[in-house]
Every structure is written in structure tokens, then in C-alpha cells.
């Protein structure tokens, strides 16, 4: 039925927000099946989950299988986990959009600052709390959700340190209602995610590829864009998109609404090659080459 990230960082009250939405979808009229997942479910201590990047990918890559698994039109899966790299959060919308359900995020908005004195207090009171080195690591490196995209919207905004977590929170009951609404065909702001050729082929499960793809597919696009502009509609030819990486040669001048459909294709039929034939890009180089290479044929003089 539905997925719902909660993100933020270090000790914002992250765990806290997941249960009282959790109680609160559960003491809805609906009646609704809800689950959280989250670091706790599989017994890892907050330290070494984070201790370096080969602990913390499997830490991601056990939430992610265990979401995966759970995620399903009858039920409501919440994440509460840190959630706060934004190529992760793509990756679990991506699960969302495979099994054609709901999506959301909740992120809980904490001046660092405030989460500090919050993770010191749980020391001071004897429960685990973050060693500073991990602690400084993990505010650095947090990606702040934007609800302009797609795997970050629509996006939910807790303060906790201003106004606290209850059920009346603004953010708590504006969840509710995205998640609890009957849908019709009129119904416009209740996006039920759709799965696409791409996110149901096997090979493309690893959907780090698929952030990877419709990145790097992007940037081409805008380079091709912003080339045409200074070519004033006249060829582009040998047009740079970095080191290693074929040149753009395109015979004619190409609308956005043209580019965007050749994008669209061009994910599409790497996702189904992707079936048989070689695994998808895995990196942005390699999926800036074949996009550029598909380009050149589709739209080049050759
Ligand atoms: N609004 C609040 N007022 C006072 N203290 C709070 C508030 N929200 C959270 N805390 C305190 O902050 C600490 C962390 O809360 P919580 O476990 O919900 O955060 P978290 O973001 O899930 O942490 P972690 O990053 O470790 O998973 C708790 O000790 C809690 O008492």
C-alpha cells in the first residue's frame, strides 16, 4: 500500500517519529497492517553499522532486502533508518515504483546543534549513543531531501526541537491523510507509483544502476541543450562530455520534448537488454557512453 522513508540526521528524534506515525496510521479508521524496519530490527549497534563504508553498505543493503520483501499493496512499510543519502532514497523508491504502491518521506529537520546535545544527553543517561568521530562523519555527509525530487516527495517536514513529535504534528497528520486517502481516477495529489519495464526486469534490481542512468542521462541531455542554444539551432558537432567519453555529433536541431522521449526509450531498452544481454551501466561514465552512442546513431549524420 505504502512506503514511507523517514530520514534526518543523527539522533533527530528520526525513531521517535516513526512510532508515533506508526500508532497513529494504526489507531486510523482504516484499520491499517503497519510495520517498522529499521537498524534496531536486525540488532546492530549504531556504531559499528556506521564504523566505515563497507559496514554501513551492508547495513543499507539489509534494509533495503528487508523492505523489498515486505513492501506489498496490503501493507505500510515504514524505513527508519538515517535514509540521508539521497542515491539510497532513490533506491527505495525505486522499490516503491516496482511494487506500484504509495511513497512518502518524513524527514525530521533538527539543527545539528540540538541532535548533539540530544546524542550527549544519551550518554549522560547511559544508552548507546553515536561516538563523535562516527557522529561528525554522519552530519557531514547528510543529504538534505529536495521535494523536487521524485524520490523525496511529496515531502513531510518535522520540527522536532521547535514543536516536538506528537500525532497532531502538522507533518504527522498531512502523512496520514497522503497515505489514508481513497484514490479515484480524479484523484491528483495521491501519486500511486507505477512500475515500468525497467524496474521489473531482474537484472535491474540493483537500482544504483538506475539512479546512475537517469543522472547521467540528465546531464547529457543538458549538455546537449545548452550546445544547441550556443549553435543557435545549427549542428553540434564534436561536442565534449569529459575525458574517455565519445563526442556528440548531432545533424539537426532537436527539441526538448524529442530529447526526452529518446531518453525515455533509451532507459527503457537498457532495461530490457538488461534481461538477456549485458548487465546496465553501473557507473556514470558507462551510461553516458551508450546514451551518447545511441544519440549519435539516432540523431548524428552517420
Ligand atoms: N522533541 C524532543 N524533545 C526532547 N528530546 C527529544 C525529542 N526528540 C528526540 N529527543 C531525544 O533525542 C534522542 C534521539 O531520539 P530518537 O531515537 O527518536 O532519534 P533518532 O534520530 O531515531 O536517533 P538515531 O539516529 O540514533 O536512530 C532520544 O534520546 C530522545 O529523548
Known amino acids: 500500500m505504502a512506503l514511507v522513508v523517514i530520514c534526518g540526521q543523527p539522533c533527530s528524534g528520526k525513531s521517535t517519529a516513526a512510532l508515533c506515525l506508526a500508532e497513529a496510521l494504526k489507531d486510523s479508521e482504516s484499520k491499517l497492517n503497519v510495520r517498522v524496519v529499521n537498524d534496531a530490527s536486525f540488532h546492530l549497534d549504531r556504531n559499528q553499522s556506521y564504523a566505515n563504508m563497507t559496514a554501513e553498505k551492508n547495513l543499507r543493503g539489509v534494509l533495503r532486502s528487508e523492505v523489498d520483501r515486505s513492501v506489498s499493496k496490503d501493507n505500510i512499510i515504514i524505513v527508519d533508518s538515517l535514509n540521508s543519502i539521497k542515491g539510497y532514497r532513490y533506491e527505495l523508491w525505486c522499490l516503491a515504483r516496482a511494487a506500484g504502491i504509495r511513497y512518502c518521506v518524513l524527514f525530521c529537520d533538527v539543527e545539528e546543534t540540538q541532535c548533539q546535545k540530544w546524542n550527549e544527553q544519551r550518554r549522560e543517561k547511559g544508552e548507546a549513543a553515536y561516538d563523535n568521530a562516527i557522529y561528525d562523519d554522519l552530519v557531514r555527509r547528510f543529504e538534505t531531501p529536495d521535494k523536487r525530487n521524485r524520490w523525496d516527495s511529496p515531502l513531510f517536514v518535522l520540527w522536532p526541537s521547535r514543536d516536538g513529535i506528537h500525532k497532531s504534528s502538522a507533518a504527522i497528520v498531512d502523512a496520514i491523510s497522503y497515505l489514508t486517502k481513497k484514490v479515484d481516477s480524479k484523484s491528483r ?58 563526442t556528440l555529433n548531432i545533424s539537426r536541431s532537436v527539441g526538448l520534448p524529442e530529447l526526452r522521449r529518446l531518453r525515455r526509450t533509451f532507459i527503457k531498452l537498457t532495461g530490457q537488454t538488461s534481461l538477456s544481454g549485458p548487465p546496465p551501466p553501473s557507473d556514470a561514465g558507462s551510461a553516458k557512453r551508450m546514451f551518447v552512442d545511441y544519440l549519435n546513431r539516432e540523431l548524428g549524420t552517420a
Open 189 to 246: 495529489d495521491v501519486k500511486i507509483l507505477q512500475p515500468t519495464i525497467a524496474t521489473q526486469s531482474t537484472r535491474f534490481s540493483e537500482a544504483n544502476s538506475l539512479y546512475e542512468l537517469d543522472r547521467a542521462t540528465q546531464e547529457v541531455i543538458n549538455v546537449i541543450v545548452e550546445a544547441q542554444s550556443q549553435a543557435i539551432g545549427g549542428p553540434i558537432n564534436g561536442v565534449s562530455l569529459g575525458q574517455d567519453l565519445p
